[in-house]
């Protein structure tokens, strides 16, 4: 007997208590963060690999960042973050056929299909000369679909690729404001997220308004919550209010290879997951699309990784060219070992190009690191609200089924987590670890044969 897995994007809901801006806010033992991690078990789907009686799900991605608020002073606080844990594939499988900003997919049936309702779309190529190439889907119709750009330079038929949504304010933070960020009436006085525009060098601030319970962008009376965090960009959260919170964030690992598009200018981009990650691993220096290496700092790029579950920055880096001298430099530091050393695998990098516009190749891999990272402290904030995660189960098993939590932080030594119940309506509850923490998840079935 075969059991397929269809896992959605991991939701995260939260019942807040009362808060006001400069609050925090409080909860009940019985009003508990909720992060849903959305499960099926769809018969149509590809067989999942077997082993004696048991199966198992895909692993899915989760971590916490604990994010400072404001000082006494009034200085407000940024904090990074990466969006590495994707919104599950619409599409994976071959293009068949190219023409201008319009291709043709293999096996997709009706593309149209494809679009996501509320979140607009992207394409992911996977091999081939582009490799890493990214581009907004603008339109998707009954026999095609049409992106952004022109596609010649980068896909050719039988090229690999994906379709996903882009995640949203309202799929990161809900559309209630889930993790209590501080809200007011006006941008300036609230928390901000802020997502940079590398294009026009402009900042696009978002807040949630307080009397009309939304999110909106500064200066717009509109609801902002459909508003794109692109892929491969990042964003910073602004904090004013005062006290920790902690962030959720979980979906799909995104580990595929990236095109960065950088603009001179300034950039915050999300990696690919890169469990053996370090500087001189993630980022090309020769070949196709490398970073622009110079004979001193000011006249290469800048490269700083800001570490979310630790809040520390990495760098700034900058490659080295001079005759008989090359290498990776740490700004500053003569012969630092910094950039060998592994980086945190959800790490944000904020890019500075001293150059023109072009793509830099970032690479992910869910390989071990060959230096093992020392383990986060758990580091629980007094008064910690406790996180809850679920399986809800689409299909009815015999009562033999066993289900099993099993859980990793390196894809490669699983173990069972804690212990599970079974709601009337048919959800595998769970609870998730105190404090800043970053593990895959995956539903181990078992069944008596």
């Given at each position: 007997?075969?059991?397929s897995p269809n896992l959605d994007l991991v939701s995260v809901s939260v019942t807040p208590g009362e808060t006001s801006a400069g609050s925090t806010a409080t909860m009940s033992s019985t009003s508990r963060c909720l992060v849903r991690l959305i499960g099926g078990l769809l018969a149509t789907c590809a067989p999942l690999a077997l082993a004696a009686q048991h199966a198992y799900t895909s692993p899915r991605g989760w971590?916490?960042?604990?994010?400072?608020?404001?000082?006494?002073?009034?200085?407000?606080?940024?904090?990074?973050?990466?969006?590495?844990?994707?919104?599950?594939?619409?599409?994976?499988?071959?293009?068949?056929?190219?023409?201008?900003?319009?291709?043709?997919?293999?096996?997709?049936?009706?593309?149209?299909?494809?679009?996501?309702?509320?979140?607009?779309?992207?394409?992911?190529?996977?091999?081939?000369?582009?490799?890493?190439?990214?581009?907004?889907?603008?339109?998707?119709?009954?026999?095609?679909?049409?992106?952004?750009?022109?596609?010649?330079?980068?896909?050719?038929?039988?090229?690999?690729?994906?379709?996903?949504?882009?995640?949203?304010?309202?799929?990161?933070?809900?559309?209630?404001?889930?993790?209590?960020?501080?809200?007011?009436?006006?941008?300036?006085?609230?928390?901000?997220?802020?997502?940079?525009?590398?294009?026009?060098?402009?900042?696009?601030?978002?807040?949630?308004?307080?009397?009309?319970?939304?999110?909106?962008?500064?200066?717009?009376?509109?609801?902002?919550?459909?508003?794109?965090?692109?892929?491969?960009?990042?964003?910073?959260?602004?904090?004013?209010?005062?006290?920790?919170?902690?962030?959720?964030?979980?979906?799909?690992?995104?580990?595929?290879?990236?095109?960065?598009?950088?603009?001179?200018?300034?950039?915050?981009?999300?990696?690919?997951?890169?469990?053996?990650?370090?500087?001189?691993?993630?980022?090309?220096?020769?070949?196709?699309?490398?970073?622009?290496?110079?004979?001193?700092?000011?006249?290469?790029?800048?490269?700083?990784?800001?570490?979310?579950?630790?809040?520390?920055?990495?760098?700034?880096?900058?490659?080295?060219?001079?005759?008989?001298?090359?290498?990776?430099?740490?700004?500053?530091?003569?012969g630092s070992t910094a950039p060998i050393q592994p980086l945190d695998f959800l790490s944000t990098l904020i890019y500075r190009r001293n150059g023109n516009a072009g793509h830099v190749f970032a690479q992910g891999s869910l390989n071990p690191p060959a230096v093992p990272r020392p383990p986060l402290p758990p580091d629980p904030e007094p008064g910690e609200l406790p996180l809850t995660a679920e399986f809800p189960l689409?299909?009815?098993?015999?009562?033999?089924?066993?289900?099993?939590?099993?859980?990793?932080?390196?894809?490669?030594?699983?173990?069972?987590?804690?212990?599970?119940?079974?709601?009337?309506?048919?959800?595998?509850?769970?609870?998730?670890?105190?404090?800043?923490?970053?593990?895959?998840?995956?539903?181990?079935?078992?069944?008596?044969?």
């Amino acid at each position: 007997m075969n059991f397929s897995p269809n896992l959605d994007l991991v939701s995260v809901s939260v019942t807040p208590g009362e808060t006001s801006a400069g609050s925090t806010a409080t909860m009940s033992s019985t009003s508990r963060c909720l992060v849903r991690l959305i499960g099926g078990l769809l018969a149509t789907c590809a067989p999942l690999a077997l082993a004696a009686q048991h199966a198992y799900t895909s692993p899915r991605g989760w971590y916490t960042v604990k994010v400072p608020g404001g000082t006494v002073a009034g200085t407000p606080a940024r904090t990074y973050l990466g969006i590495q844990l994707l919104p599950d594939a619409r599409y994976g499988g071959l293009v068949s056929g190219v023409s201008g900003k319009t291709l043709t997919l293999s096996n997709a049936g009706n593309p149209s299909q494809l679009a996501d309702p509320e979140r607009k779309c992207y394409l992911h190529v996977l091999d081939g000369n582009g490799q890493g190439f990214v581009t907004d889907i603008d339109e998707f119709r009954t026999s095609d679909i049409v992106c952004a750009d022109e596609l010649g330079p980068w896909i050719q038929p039988n090229t690999r690729v994906l379709i996903r949504p882009h995640s949203n304010l309202s799929n990161l933070f809900g559309t209630n404001n889930r993790f209590g960020l501080g809200a007011d009436t006006d941008a300036g006085a609230a928390d901000n997220v802020v997502i940079w525009d590398p294009a026009t060098q402009l900042e696009k601030v978002y807040y949630f308004h307080s009397t009309r319970a939304r999110w909106e962008e500064k200066d717009i009376e509109a609801d902002a919550g459909t508003a794109s965090i692109r892929f491969p960009h990042g964003l910073y959260l602004v904090r004013r209010t005062s006290g920790t919170l902690r962030i959720a964030l979980s979906g799909e690992i995104g580990s595929d290879s990236v095109l960065l598009p950088v603009h001179s200018g300034a950039h915050v981009f999300s990696l690919p997951v890169n469990l053996a990650g370090s500087l001189d691993q993630i980022v090309r220096t020769v070949g196709d699309f490398p970073v622009l290496s110079g004979p001193n700092a000011n006249r290469a790029d800048i490269l700083t990784f800001e570490e979310p579950t630790t809040g520390l920055q990495r760098g700034p880096f900058y490659h080295l060219a001079r005759p008989n001298d090359s290498g990776w430099r740490q700004v500053g530091v003569d012969g630092s070992t910094a950039p060998i050393q592994p980086l945190d695998f959800l790490s944000t990098l904020i890019y500075r190009r001293n150059g023109n516009a072009g793509h830099v190749f970032a690479q992910g891999s869910l390989n071990p690191p060959a230096v093992p990272r020392p383990p986060l402290p758990p580091d629980p904030e007094p008064g910690e609200l406790p996180l809850t995660a679920e399986f809800p189960l689409r299909q009815q098993f015999p009562s033999s089924v066993i289900y099993t939590v099993e859980v990793s932080t390196d894809l490669q030594t699983w173990s069972t987590h804690a212990i599970t119940s079974m709601t009337p309506d048919r959800r595998l509850i769970f609870d998730l670890p105190s404090g800043q923490r970053r593990a895959f998840y995956r539903l181990k079935i078992s069944m008596d044969f």
